[in-house]
């Protein structure tokens, strides 16, 4: 069974920091991984990826202060968020692509930007 769990969620002030981490059960080496996040009555929208071979991606949203890893060794990837703004507010979640093709989604962690 393919399993994501987010970590690292919470409030923080604008301009402020945080870092997401998502845990990952079996050998990540070979998968596509991504964050995205959501807010309330929106759609699920795309933050960061990362292939296996470590290139990044990110929309013009974000690009400049949030950075993608991966640990394979230890099964994880992270979210760098700095710089952060109330749009920045959401449910972030942890997304995963297995070598089948298919995805797999975190529960979810909330990160609210706000003074």
């Known amino acids: 069974q393919v399993r994501l769990v987010e970590s690292g969620g919470g409030l923080v002030q604008p301009g402020g920091s945080l870092t997401l981490s998502c845990v990952a059960s079996?050998?990540?080496?070979?998968?596509?991984l991504a964050w995205y996040r959501q807010t309330p009555g929106g759609q699920r929208d795309f933050v960061a990826e990362?292939?296996?071979?470590?290139?990044?991606n990110y929309p013009r949203s974000v690009k400049g202060r949030f950075t993608i890893s991966r640990d394979n060794a230890k099964s994880m990837f992270y979210l760098q968020m700095n710089s952060l703004k109330p749009e920045d507010t959401a449910v972030y979640y942890c997304?995963?692509?297995?070598?089948?093709?298919?995805?797999?989604w975190g529960q979810g962690t909330q990160v609210t930007v706000s003074s």
């Open positions: 997304y995963r692509v297995v070598g089948r093709g298919i995805g797999y």
């Open positions: 079996g050998n990540i080496s070979d998968d596509f």
């Open positions: 990362i292939t296996s071979s470590g290139s990044t």
